[in-house]
């Protein structure tokens, strides 16, 4: 399972390998380390039943980041990519409804569409944290997906964070 998170210390973007088998995440920039929960990760075996440790798929119980255990499932698709691909389809059918070539225009619009919902078919699912958005790739959990009243209730809660520290937060200085 890949994680790809902000660092809590240095806020750099992490990419990390192999994270079900860590007991600690560390950043290669500032070299803060994000202690890894020892219930955080289960593990499933094919049909989904409970396997022995580091045998089957890696199964996500919470977000190994922040204490966050709202997580969402979505698909691992490029948006630029299906953008291109419908930009691309427009382009050619504008030209072919130039030359006033019906069914080429149509098939191209159709065809488009088409290698659109395929793409998005075949991509991988990946599971996104509400709460400090750490994104992990290759593994599984029990997450239904994105909920835009869980994910207010934790944009909410990030502004009043905020707000609370900022008043009297110490400078950035006295951070070692
Ligand atoms: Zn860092
Ligand atoms: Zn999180």
């Known amino acids: 399972m890949r994680i790809t998170y902000a660092c809590p210390a240095c806020e750099a ?3 990390i390998d192999g994270v079900e088998t860590m ?7 500032c070299t803060a380390a994000v202690e890894v929960p020892r219930d955080a990760i289960g593990w499933s075996g094919p049909g989904g039943e ?10 996500l119980r919470r977000c ?3 204490p966050s255990t709202e997580l969402f499932t979505r698909k691992d698709f490029p948006q ?12 050619a059918s504008c030209l072919t409804w130039a030359w006033r070539l019906l069914v080429p225009t ?9 290698v659109d919902v ?3 078919l075949l991509m991988p699912e990946c599971l996104t944290c509400y709460r400090c958005a750490a994104r992990y790739r290759g593994g599984g959990g029990p997450f239904g997906g994105f909920d835009l009243e869980t994910h207010e209730k934790h944009r909410q809660q990030r502004i009043r964070l905020s707000e609370r520290a900022a008043p009297g937060r110490p400078p950035a200085s006295s951070v070692s």
């Open 50 to 59: 409970p396997a022995e440790a580091g045998e089957g798929m890696p199964r």
């Open 64 to 66: 190994l980041v922040c």
């Open 13 to 15: 973007t992490v990419s």
């Open 80 to 91: 630029r990519l299906g953008v291109g691909i419908v930009v691309a389809g427009l382009a």
């Open 106 to 114: 149509f098939a191209i619009l159709f065809g488009t569409a088409l």
């Open 118 to 120: 395929v793409l998005y």
């Open 23 to 29: 007991s600690s995440l560390v950043c290669p920039l």
